[in-house]
């Protein structure tokens, strides 16, 4: 038997509170009244009465000095893991739980993207101490079974600057160099990082969805979601939607923000995230 869940989503408190609503939900239409719903996160501290307890269920975010003192008080025999978002337990903050997690007779770990690219290291952490990939579920079957809607994708082609192009080459230099051992050490996550943002900030980019826009203000206002990579990125791209409605917000920071992406399709017809959405 089971007595003990523990949830662990990533360090966000969003995707905690996403968790927390939907066990409540599942409590109630399975009638487990006798289960107790704990919180570690943000200003919830309520471990102790999930260690102490029997029966109990505990949503605590991706924090490794939280995670060891709980996970060296449990049940192995009786309780089961969850790593939500799974790719983030493979950083190397969490290394140094290694060896806890696998000591657990039952364990299960959710995401995506399970594999993290460029990191070997990261990949195999999780893998010995989670367990093998025992279910997949791709894309193009959530799209048919409709529990994600299809898409359309438009390639909008955008021109580096003179700069830009300078830079992503002076990155390829480093990372030759670092290659033959000649300079610093410059692995390729970090070379990979560095090129793909230089495209993430292209200073034609701006100009480039201004006048895509323009053409398709009916996407503007109706129910979107825009990413950027920075705050600032962000605020520039407000300018413009700005021209076409005034229902729109900003999803920057956790807490009052938050209720921004719930306003969507009432009274917002865009928000505008520098965050990953799960």
Known sequence: WIYKILICPNRTNTLCEQWYEEVMKWKKKRNLKTLGIRRFYDSHNEAGKFIDGSNELLIVNRMPEKLENILKNLDKEKTLIIQDEVHGFGSK???????????????????????????????DFILKEMGKIIYEYKLEN?????????????????????????????????????????????????YMRDMANVNKLAENKEPAFADFISKNSDLIKNNSIIFCHQKEQAKNLGNYIHQYTSKFSYYFDEGVERDNLMRIGNDLDCVISCHILS
């Open 142 to 190: 959530a799209i048919e079974d409709g529990i994600l809607c299809p898409f359309n994708y438009i390639h909008l082609p955008v021109a580096l600057t003179k700069e830009e192009r300078k830079k992503k080459q002076g990155y390829i230099a480093k990372r030759n160099a670092a290659k033959k051992g000649i300079g610093d050490p410059y692995s390729e996550k970090d």
């Open 93 to 123: 903050g969490m290394m140094q739980l290694e060896r806890l997690h696998r000591s657990f007779k039952y364990t299960l770990g959710l995401s995506a993207t399970p594999i993290r690219k460029f990191d070997t290291e990261g990949s």
